[in-house]
């Protein structure tokens, strides 16, 4: 097991041990980025032209609400202040 999966709740790491820890989190989570989004089959299927057009309009359709979405959050988060 990675650095990155292990428990360091309570502990205090070194400036170096927590630079080893976060370099071994991003890349177990690049690793699963790679597998599951860049290699799955929507993008593979958009490499490939074969990707349904309704595919990608929902796809942007839920780009955009997610956007509108984090505005307002964000709105939230600031009056809060």
């Known amino acids: 097991m990675g650095l990155?999966?292990?428990?360091?709740?309570?502990?205090?790491?070194?400036?170096?041990?927590a630079d080893a820890v976060i370099t071994d989190l991003k890349s177990?989570?690049?690793?699963?980025?790679d597998k599951w989004i860049i290699k799955g089959r929507f993008h593979s299927d958009m490499a490939?032209?074969?990707l349904p057009m309704e595919a990608i309009k929902v796809f942007w359709q839920f780009h955009h609400d997610l956007q509108d979405?984090?505005?307002?959050?964000?709105?939230?988060l600031r009056a809060v202040k």
């Open 4 to 17: 990155g999966r292990q428990d360091f709740s309570g502990k205090r790491l070194s400036p170096q041990e």
């Open 28 to 33: 177990y989570l690049m690793g699963i980025a």
């Open 48 to 50: 490939n032209g074969t």
């Open 69 to 76: 979405f984090l505005k307002k959050e964000e709105k939230k």
